[in-house]
């Protein structure tokens, strides 16, 4: 019984040559993932071809084994469930790595606070804003109005005398 999927295993040689190499570098693929040049034996049948941000950590799962407290195995199952995922593993990930940015970009805010580089070019720019015409328009001073007032009367009518 054969699978047409499977392919049978096979012992070969594959080949980098330092234009593979630089090529994949060229690629953006970090050094540590690529085969460097020169002849390599293998067992199977293929090779996958990888693409760039299929080697990115972001990409890359782990498996490990995590105690977590009930009550907060209970939230993100209930709280999967409700938003219809597949998988609470993935809002766990989600929710880690909304924590990670959060704290990296206060990280890379506060460097850019502590940089008097920084700070000395954005003041520059805004001095460069207001320079160009961006100033306010203020209105026109205009005489005072004389203000009219409108009283509304009301039209009583008294009763005639009574003549005698």
Known sequence: ???SNTTQTKEGFFEVTEADYQEQLAAGIEDEFILKPGRYKFFRGRHPNFKPSDLEPRNTRVNFTLPLALDV?????????????????????????????????DQ???QLLADDGFIKAVAAQVRALNATGRKRK??????PTARRTTVRSKTVTKPKAKTA
């Open 1 to 3: 019984m054969s699978d």
């Open 73 to 105: 195995f209970k939230y993100f199952e209930r709280r999967a469930a409700d938003l219809r995922l597949d998988s609470y593993t993935t809002l766990i990930n989600d929710t880690l790595r909304a924590a990670m940015e959060r704290e990296l970009a």
């Open 108 to 110: 890379a805010s506060a």
């Open 138 to 143: 203020r209105a026109a001073k205009s005489k």
